[in-house]
């Protein structure tokens, strides 16, 4: 798996992955990418929806040495 900080964007998840949720809930994804919501403005939580792009979210995050 690769998690992936994308400028001003969501985290995007690529490989085989299982999400659980604040509750328990878990999502086992096999395929593709996912895009984990940052911005806390989707619809869609906890995945990204774009919402980020109407509203404003500006964040570049770097990881620290």
């Not at 798996?1 to 998840?13: A, L, N, Q, T």
């Not at 989707?42 to 509203?55: I, Q």
Request: net charge positive; hydrophobic share 30%; with cysteine.
């Amino acid at each position: 798996m690769v998690i992936k900080v994308r400028d001003r964007g969501p985290y995007k998840v690529t490989g085989p992955v299982t999400l659980v949720d604040a509750d328990g809930n878990r999502w086992r994804l096999e395929d593709g990418p996912i895009a984990l919501c940052r911005c806390g403005l989707s619809a869609t939580k906890p995945f990204c929806d774009r919402s980020h792009r109407e509203g404003g979210f500006d964040d570049c995050a770097r990881a620290g040495a």
